[in-house]
């Protein structure tokens, strides 16, 4: 949400929502001017964006940790940065250059164009329909009808990001509030209500960012072999109890003997991939801190297909972030003071971010991940006889990261330190 810098504090919002069955972020962005596609070779801009986005995927994740300790993480890192890069089609002067350069570009070697070409490609890669997943993310900008948008702004938000511009009468904000969350609540298939609150009347515009993804595992796990109260270790000594689901299935596997961790891919039906990481014991501060797009092409490519006995919990999990005093910290500082510089949005107001909200929700069951109601499925008994299999339990801290096959692009990353805390 941006407001006017003329009064004290202008509200800006960069919201983000999420459900991992359903996933949903909302967040706020400005837009400017024309950008021809670059004459690149096949998906080079794209690539880019793709590997710097992971990386900054990890890097948000180390600034979290650092304000949450010993709690659990969860978020849409793929929402964050496409809200920021957004922003900053908006933005000018070094309130572009931190945006952009806190997103990871080195801008000496990479034109301006060629990353907005990258976002749009993963924008539109993002919505390619699929009978066996749901993944769909889209933005919608709701602007006071008096502010008046630079035309370049409001060409590129459309072409570049496929947002939609609703003109919005923020006098009364309660009825503009009304609108906002309505529109999200559908987009959203109604899992995300009144996710904005507290409008007020320096409200000039609200951008929202949402991500829903909902699937199914390819190889599901069996309720009836679902443990109810099997013991998780929170910490060094606390013990909590979880329903934990058990399966013996051949699985992509592996050690990664330099992190000192165990990497465990599951597939989506569909074009997605949950990771799940689980540290040696005293060993996820070293993984933390090697977290790295090199690390993830190096798993994906390393890790061989074999008989696993898992153990993984069932839980939900949320986190909510307020990222207006994260991001500072991250190098993107001008857009959050009266240094801002959004005169690529409007020329005639002076507007400020000041506020950028995330959150997301994580539900995994038997069936996948989702948060809708489970729908009814015809589950088959695996055999239990055959080669010998590996135990691996998440009885213990562990990592989750979904991604989506086609891009190598991390939705949704996170931390689980305790699944009995939703």
């Given at each position: ?95 572009k250059t931190q945006i952009l350069e806190g997103l990871g570009f080195n801008l000496t070697h990479t034109p301006e164009s060629a990353i907005h070409w990258g976002f749009q490609h993963l924008v539109h890669s ?221 020329k005639r107001d002076s507007l400020q971010l000041s506020k950028a909200t995330h959150k997301a929700v994580l539900d995994v069951s038997e069936e996948g991940t989702e948060a809708a109601a489970a729908t009814t ?46």
């Open positions: 949400v941006f407001g006017s810098k003329m009064a004290s504090s202008l509200y800006g919002v960069l919201f983000a929502v999420g459900l991992c069955a359903p996933i949903y972020c909302v967040s706020p962005v400005n837009a400017p001017s024309g950008y021809p596609h670059p004459s690149s070779t096949k998906g080079t801009p794209a690539s880019l964006a793709y590997s710097l986005n992971t990386d900054f995927a990890f890097r948000l994740y180390r600034r979290l940790v650092l304000e949450t300790p010993s709690q659990n993480v969860f978020f849409s890192p793929m929402s964050v940065s496409t809200s920021l890069a957004m922003l900053s089609l908006g933005a000018h002067s070094v309130t993002l919505t390619v329909p699929s009978k066996d997943l749901a993944l769909k993310m889209g933005s919608a900008l709701f602007v006071k009808k008096e502010l008046q948008l630079q035309a370049n702004f409001l060409g590129n938000v459309k072409r570049l990001y496929e947002a939609e511009v609703f003109s919005t009468d923020f006098s009364n904000p309660s009825i503009a509030q009304a609108k906002i969350n309505c529109h999200v609540k559908k987009k959203t298939q109604g899992k995300v209500v009144d996710i904005i609150q507290g409008l007020d009347l320096l409200t000039a515009m609200v951008l929202v960012n949402h991500i829903f993804f909902k699937a199914k595992w390819d190889k599901p796990f069996y309720p009836a072999y679902t443990r109810k109260n099997f013991p998780f270790l929170v910490g060094k000594q606390v013990t909590v109890r979880v329903p934990m689901m058990h399966q013996k299935e051949q699985f992509a596997f592996g050690m990664d003997t330099e992190l000192n961790c165990f990497v465990l891919q599951m597939d989506y039906k569909g074009d997605a991939v949950a990771f799940f990481v689980l540290p040696r014991k005293g060993k996820m501060r070293q993984l933390e801190q090697a977290l790295s797009a090199g690390t993830l092409r190096k798993w994906s490519h390393s890790l061989q297909k074999r008989w696993i006995e898992v153990f993984i919990p069932k839980f939900s999990i949320s986190a909510s972030y307020k990222l207006e005093t994260i991001l500072p910290k991250m190098g993107i500082q001008n857009a959050f003071d009266e240094n801002a510089d959004f005169s690529g949005i409007t499925t015809k589950f088959i008994v695996r055999s239990k006889d055959g080669p010998s299999y590996f135990t691996v339990s998440f009885n213990r801290t562990f990592l989750i990261m979904i991604t989506n096959k086609a891009t190598d692009s991390i939705l949704f990353l996170g931390k689980v330190e305790n699944p009995t805390k939703s």
